[in-house]
C-alpha cells in the first residue's frame, strides 16, 4: 500500500489551471484542478514539468500555497531572466495544462499536534510554504502561539499581505522591508539579522520549532543565526528556494 501512495506521488499528472490570481506585480498564485491528487499538508511542494512543441522539457520545484484538505495551488514569482517563473506568471491562461507530481516532502510539514511556539521566517517568496500553514492552523483552529517575519523589498511585493493580516487576530506578523519604507512605517527596515531575530525569535527556551523558507543565502543566514541564539540546529527546519 505504501509503494502505491509513493509511486502516485512520483507519478506525473496533467493539472489545469483552475483559477489565476495576481498576488504582486510579479507574482502569481495558480489553482490546479488535479484529478487524482492525493491530498497534501501544508509545507509540502510539488514538482512542474513543462514540455515545448520540440519535446524539451523543464522542471521547477514550487511549494504548495494552500492548506491541508483544500485545492492544490501555487505561487510563482517571476524572475526576468528565469527559464520557466515568466512562462508561469505571465503566459498561463485557465484551461492551460500542464505536468505535476507531488506531493513531496514531510520534514518542512508542521504537525498540528506539536504544542511549542512557532516561528516562521520568510524571505521574498518564501512566505508561500508559510502562509499554507498558518492558514492551515487557523482552518483547524489550532492556537499554538505563533510569529511570522517576514523579509521583502517594498511594502508592494509583501505577497498574501491582506490575508496574513487577518492572521495577527491570533498570531504575530511582523514584516520587515529592505529596500523602501513607506513613511509612517512601523515595521523593520533592513534584512533579517542577528540583532532583529534577537528581538522577534521566542527565546530558546521555550522549546521553538522554526520554519525559514526563502532563497538560499537568506535561509543560511537565519538559521545560523537562530542556532547562535541557542536553537538546536533540529528545531530549525529549513526549505531553501535557490539563487542567492
Ligand atoms: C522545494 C522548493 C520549493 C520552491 N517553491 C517556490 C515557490 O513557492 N515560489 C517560487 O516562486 N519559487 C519557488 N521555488 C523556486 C523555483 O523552483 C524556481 O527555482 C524559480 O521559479 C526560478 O525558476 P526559473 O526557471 O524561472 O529560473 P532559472 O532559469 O532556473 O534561474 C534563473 C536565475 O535565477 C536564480 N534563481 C533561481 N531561484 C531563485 C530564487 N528563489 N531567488 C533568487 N534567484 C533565484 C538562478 O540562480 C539563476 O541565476 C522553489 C524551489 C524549491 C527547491
Redesign the pocket.
Known sequence: MAGTAVRGRLTWQVATVAAVISETDS?RTIGLDVPDWAGHNAGQ?LDVRLTAEDGYT?E????I?TADGEPVA????R?D??????YLTEELRLGDQLEVRGPI?RWFVWDSGDGEPLLLIAG??GV??LRAILRHRQLIGNHVPARLLYSSRTLEDIIYHSELDQYRDDAQVIYTLTRIQPPGWTGYAGRVDGAMLAEVAWPAGEQPLAFVCG?TSFVETVAGELVALGYPSGRVKT??????
Open positions: 507574482v511542494h523543464a521547477r520545484s514550487y511549494s500555497a501555487i505561487t510563482v514569482e524572475l531572466d528565469g527559464e520557466v517563473s515568466p516532502g521574498g517568496s508561500v510554504p532563497p526549505e531553501r528556494f535557490g539563487g542567492t
